[in-house]
Each structure stands twice: as C-alpha cells, then as structure tokens.
C-alpha cells in the first residue's frame, strides 16, 4: 500500500480520462515544504502566513518575512507557490496587536478586513512578498473578501507597493498572480463579477461551509450542520467553478474538502483545477483520481445538486461512485 502510493510521488496527477489537476500542499511554514515535496505535491496551494506572526511579541519586519516567502519559493523552484496574506481575527490573535472584544469574532475585524484599515501592517507583507517573488513562481491570495471594493483597494496597495519598489531598482516579477479566497458566501454568488478581476479562485470551505450553514466551526453543538456536502454548499461551488471557467480563470480549492475521498469525485466533476490539502492527503488523492473519469464524474453533477439534503449526497457518492456498501 505504501509503496504502491511512493510510486506516485514524481507522477502528475492525470485522470483516468487523461485531464490534468494539480494536487498542491497547504503549509503553515517553511519547515512544511520538504513534507510537502516528499509527498508529491505539484506546488504549495496555501501558505497560511500567520505563523510568522504568531508566537512572538512584535510584528515580524519585512526582512524576516521575505526571508521566509523567499525560502519556500526557492524550494518549490518552478512550481506555483500560492501564499496568502494575513489572516488574523477570528479565533486568532496576537498579544501584541489591540483587538476590539467582540460579540461575535468570525464575523468581526479579521484578515482583509484588519489588513485594509491597518495598513502599514498590509504593506509591509506585501513588499516582502513583491521582494520574494523575483526568487520563484508566486501567486499572492487575499482572504475573506466580501466585496468587490475590498479586491480593488487590495489590489490597488499592492500596485504601490510594486511601484514604489520597482522606482528603488528593487527586482519584482512581472508575472504574480493575484487572486482571492472564496469563502464568503456573497463572494461566491459573485464570483461571476470577481472573475473579470481576478486572476485565480480558491475555494475555502472550512469558511464558506461555516457561513453558508451559518454554524459556528469550532461549536461542537452545531457541527452536525457543518455539512460539506450539502446541496447548498455543493451549488455555490459550481457557480464559482463555472464562473471562474468563463473567464478563463483557474479554480482551486484550499479548505479541507479538497483531500476528503468522497468530496473529490463531486469536484472533479464540477471541474475544479487544483485541489490543495495536507501533504499526508496528496498521495491517496492522486490515485482515488487516477481512478476516476472526469466526464463520467460531470454526469452525476445534476443529480446531486438537485437532492434535498447532505445525507443523500454522501450515500450517492459512497454509493454509485465509490461502490461501497
Ligand atoms: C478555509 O477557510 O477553508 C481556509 C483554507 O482557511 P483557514 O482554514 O485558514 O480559515
Ligand atoms: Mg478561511
């Protein structure tokens, strides 16, 4: 079994009907890339960066962090390198950052909502990152975007902040793409005016499911309705997956139903392109898909999305696709 699944490292991952998707690697340091290598991963889908700041008693400057953006880019070489911006708030929080007391903190002053009223703090990760993508293949990610205004200011600074440092001699990549999480609901209702500005999209569920079902991640008395495979999550996904398609976009998905066996058939068949999990996932993930048709997995997509309830979907799925009993 295992070595069945070592074989698998250095191959793309193909479907049985011969289309490629990229299977990539959430990381949370640069200590997590060599992992991430050593299981197959085609490139790093979600750098979460708030391990930078986490654990210390001051911001970390811009040195520190190009620095750190520089190390994972030069180790992933030519592949892409997805790293995202700041998102603290939440259930996270710095000592030594002022937070209000909130009623209610996933729905407060996090991520893109904090970065974009502080923003010295913004601009000084967006320069490290402008420094560190002449050393690989970086596409930069903002979180939790509601709004279009939110996407267009985002970009904006990161346009100065380019600029600025273009007008020193700094070298800066010609070629970032700049994306965004979707993984607010009324982005993804969106997504089909976010795609004419956007570059990529990735899917973050473990948000989008929380917000859609409006049932709280970390609540365990609420957790039977985090239901990732619930119609009303499924429909939001094919209409940013579709949306993202007509313009030409590529479509990720960064939140943990990308390595879930049972999700994967539904989001091939939806047409995601990336799916970015833990490395321990990419393995087994790489072979379930090798396994599967695209097509064949497009021609279930009507029947899910049109069944009632999450129950029914996984009892398709496990089913008539996978063939348990
Ligand atoms: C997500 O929300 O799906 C995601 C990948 O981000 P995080 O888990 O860091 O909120
Ligand atoms: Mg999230």
């Known amino acids: ?98 937070m209000p007391e909130e009623m209610n903190p996933f729905l407060g002053y996090r991520a893109i909502r904090l970065c974009l009223d502080r923003q010295e703090l913004f601009r000084t990760q967006l320069r490290a990152l402008l ?40 070298a800066v990549s010609e070629r970032i793409e700049v994306g965004i999480m979707i993984e607010i609901p009324a982005a993804a209702m969106m997504a089909d005016v976010f795609a004419q500005e956007v570059d990529f999209f990735s899917i973050g569920t473990n948000d989008l499911i929380q917000y859609t079902m409006a049932a709280d991640r970390m609540n365990e008395r609420v957790a039977y309705l985090y239901q990732p495979y619930h119609p009303a999550v499924l429909r939001l996904l094919r209409n940013v997956i579709e949306a993202g398609h007509s313009q030409g976009k590529w479509v990720g998905m960064c939140g943990e139903m990308a390595g879930d066996p049972v999700a994967i058939p539904i989001l091939l068949g939806l047409g995601l392109d990336e799916f970015s999990m833990s490395a321990s996932s990419i393995l087994p993930a790489r072979k379930q898909i090798s396994q599967l048709s695209r097509a064949e997995m497009a021609q279930h997509i009507d029947a899910i999305l049109q069944m009632g309830t999450s129950a029914q979907v996984e009892a398709y799925v496990k089913e008539t696709i996978l063939k348990e009993d």
């Open 1 to 98: 079994q295992k070595a069945e699944l070592e074989k698998l490292v250095h191959v793309p991952t193909i479907t049985a009907d011969q289309h490629h998707v990229e299977l990539a690697a959430n990381i949370g340091s640069p200590a997590d890339v060599a992992g991430a290598l050593a299981n197959g991963a085609e490139g790093v889908g979600l750098f979460r960066t708030e391990f930078l700041y986490m654990g210390r008693d001051d911001f970390p400057t811009e040195e520190e962090q190009y620095l750190a953006y520089k190390q994972v880019l030069e180790s992933m070489g030519e592949k892409p390198v997805v790293i995202r911006t700041l998102d603290i708030g939440g259930d996270k929080h710095l000592s030594y950052l002022d």
């Open 131 to 170: 420094r560190a993508s002449a050393h690989g293949n970086l596409k930069i990610m903002f979180p939790m975007i509601a709004t279009l205004e939110e996407f267009l200011e985002a970009k904006a600074i990161l346009e100065e902040e380019k600029k600025g440092l273009q007008n020193s001699g700094v």
